[in-house]
């Protein structure tokens, strides 16, 4: 088998296209330049989509990681909720005082004061309060002489003109309803007030020994209800009249 004469020819005919492009056969080829590959060499930028080219961003500066643990606020302690406790009801009082705790009095001798204090509770206000006497008649002693049909004057000074003027002193032994007065002062919730007042014998009349009553009187009382006979404010002041020595 003759394979040489095969290798001479080959070899002959590799020899002849070399040479005739361009007789050096050891020379490497020039590479082809792509065809999308600007001449700079530099990559177009991207565009935007207002047709605006974008402006050059500055390099953002790296951050550091803490290397601390994060800090974990404490919840807030509640304060205990502080107890409310309503006030307890209070109700309307009053009161009188005088000279001696007691009215001593003498047949056409002169008055004795007194001060009548109404103060009132927190419970409700009254529109119109009123302060009403009364006193049983005396039985009267020997010697005693049939008086006029009012033995006693009582009267109220007035706070703002320094004026006495009369009061009505009722004498009775029964209880008058508080819807049958008429009159009376606002009275606020835990206000008060106190007024003074003096009252005499007169020279004719019995003589003896009973109280004075005083009643703080709401005269917008509904009649036949419980406050047209349980007045809110009562007091017992005692007294004696006696004969003139």
Request: glycine content about 8%; hydrophobic content about 35%.
């Amino acid at each position: 088998m003759h394979v040489r004469p095969r290798l001479l020819v080959a070899s002959a005919v590799l020899s002849a296209v070399l040479t005739a492009c361009g007789g050096h056969p050891k020379s490497p080829a020039s590479p082809v330049p792509l065809a999308d590959t600007p001449s700079s060499g530099s990559p177009s930028p991207a565009p935007t989509g207002s047709g605006t080219p974008p402006e050059s961003a500055p390099a953002p500066t790296p951050t550091s990681t803490p290397t601390s643990a994060p800090t974990t606020s404490a919840a807030p302690t509640k304060s205990p909720t502080a107890l409310v406790v309503p006030a307890p009801a209070t109700r309307l009082t009053l009161t009188a005082a005088t000279a001696g705790g007691a009215l001593r009095l003498v047949r056409g001798g002169p008055a004795q004061e007194f001060t009548v204090t109404v103060r009132n509770g927190n419970s409700r206000a009254y529109p119109h309060l009123l302060v009403a006497f009364q006193m049983e008649p005396l039985m009267g002693g020997s010697g005693d002489l049939p008086g006029p049909a009012d033995p006693f004057v009582l009267e109220r000074r007035d706070p703002a003109t320094g004026v006495w003027r009369p009061v009505e002193l009722r004498m009775a032994t029964d209880v008058k309803p508080a819807h049958l007065y008429e009159g009376g002062a606002a009275l606020a919730p835990d206000a008060f007030r106190t007024e003074r007042y003096r009252m005499r014998a007169t020279a004719t009349g019995p003589s003896g020994s009973s109280p004075l009553m005083v009643y703080a009187i709401d005269t917008d009382a509904t009649e036949g209800t419980e406050a047209d006979f349980a007045p809110p404010g009562y007091f017992s002041l005692p007294h004696t009249t006696r004969p003139r020595p």
